[in-house]
């Protein structure tokens, strides 16, 4: 077992782009710890005998948790399953939940990572995409929490309609200057069912522009890579020895319990998913039953998410694990489709590895795809 990922599904308001399960009301927090707390309790017979690596904290927005509450899921955790002598536990965080006393209180707990959603430095894209903080909470945040953290990532987001060349590289470099050693950076997308989408559509935001966004990413590689920063995953750099071992884990096929609603869990041959629901999902756990879903993964279901994530990370895909694990069949389809990608140098081979290039970075997603194993079984 690798790790555990909590949901918070609360939010001080709703962002624009967002499209995860959170609800705006805090009424049901309570209960909703309480239920957090037994559903860890309730899935210990799952793990075997490797001890919890990563505890994450995802939301919504787990930073709106007092540290007491943080503590006693954090607690929980240690009472049921065997942790290592030094996890990664990470919360993540909104500038404006982290004040000075916040962050203090967090430094003296077991946190010892935080992921702050910082996106932007410029007030009108805060506005834009409807963040809780503004500009200024998030240089005092980073000002503040660089003092008792090492470890800090940050997330920022490209291709936002009116954000030029110039403005993009003075967000990287305003987040290059508070020294933080990993950064995680995303295009906008637009969600159905989400307030960007609406706006779009009635005409109010420009949609984004994909040759903007790709113009972005090239000058995030660039600036970050002439940092010393390990481009690792496409969305995510790291100075050496500060990869997110949560995400890594994902990254690389690692088995996780996925704790609260709408979480997902894999054990290496099944997926399980929580209902997205906080009333069911409380009611649920208190009555004592796991409302959730699973779905067993066939040869080719595993065959394609290891596909999509080794061509995202710097690991790569290794042709000898292709055959050793999925068969010979699917290493002659996967030298067979992508030869057409290799021509156009979007991605290479190198000692049986599977890379995409320079070139083919922004396009990974779509070339991975192009790869899949379609027939099922």
């Known amino acids: 077992m690798s ?3 909590i949901h918070i599904p609360f939010c001080k308001q709703a962002c624009h782009y967002c499209d995860f399960h959170f609800s705006t009301s805090m009424k049901k927090k309570d209960d909703m710890i309480l239920a957090l707390a037994k559903e860890i309790g309730m899935r210990k017979m799952e793990t075997d005998t490797e001890p919890i690596e990563t505890i994450y904290f995802g939301g919504g927005t787990p930073s709106v948790l007092t540290l007491e509450e943080i503590n006693f899921l954090i607690e929980t955790v240690y009472e049921n399953y065997s942790v290592s002598d030094n996890p990664e536990i990470t919360l993540e965080a909104n500038p404006d939940d982290l004040s000075s006393e916040k962050i203090l209180e967090l430094s003296k707990s077991k946190i010892n990572r935080l992921s702050i959603g910082i996106q932007s430095f410029f007030e009108e894209d805060l506005q834009i995409m409807n963040r809780a903080h503004n500009a200024k909470e998030a240089i005092k945040c980073l000002q503040e929490c660089t003092r008792y953290f090492d470890n800090i990532s940050l997330d920022l987001i490209y291709g936002i309609p009116g954000m030029s060349n110039e403005k993009w590289k ?5 987040a290059l200057s ?3 050693p990993h950064i995680s950076s995303y295009a906008l997308t ?8 609406k706006q779009i559509q009635t005409g109010k935001i420009a949609a984004p522009d994909d040759e903007v966004a790709q113009e972005h990413f090239l000058i995030l590689v660039e600036t970050l890579e ?14 050496e020895n500060f ?3 949560n995400n890594s884990a994902y990254w690389l096929g690692t088995k996780y319990i996925g704790i609260g609603p709408s979480a997902h869990s894999y054990d290496g041959v ?5 209902i997205s629901n906080n009333s069911i999902y409380i009611k649920s756990i208190t009555d004592g039953i796991l409302p959730n879903e699973m779905e067993i993964l066939s040869v080719a279901d595993r065959y394609n998410e290891y596909i999509m994530t080794g061509l995202r990370t710097i690991w790569g895909v290794s042709f000898v694990r292709i055959k050793n694990e999925f068969g010979a069949d699917y290493l002659i389809y996967l030298q067979k489709q992508v030869q057409k990608f290799v021509d156009d140098d979007l991605v290479s081979i190198e000692n049986n590895i599977l890379k995409t290039t320079k070139k ?3 396009l990974t997603d779509g070339i991975a795809s192009d790869l899949f194993y379609l027939n099922s079984e």
């Not at 003075?170 to 305003?174: G, M």
């Not at 099944?270 to 929580?274: D, L, P």
Request: glycine share 6%; net charge positive.
């Open 226 to 239: 002439a940092n010393e920063f390990i481009h690792y995953e496409l969305s995510n750099f790291a100075k």
């Open 3 to 5: 790790g555990i990922y």
């Open 270 to 274: 099944s997926r399980s998913w929580n």
């Open 243 to 245: 990869f997110s071992k």
């Open 178 to 180: 508070f020294g933080i």
């Open 190 to 197: 637009v969600e159905p069912k989400t307030a960007l989408y």
């Open 360 to 362: 083919g970075k922004f």
């Open 170 to 174: 003075q967000n990287i470099e305003t």
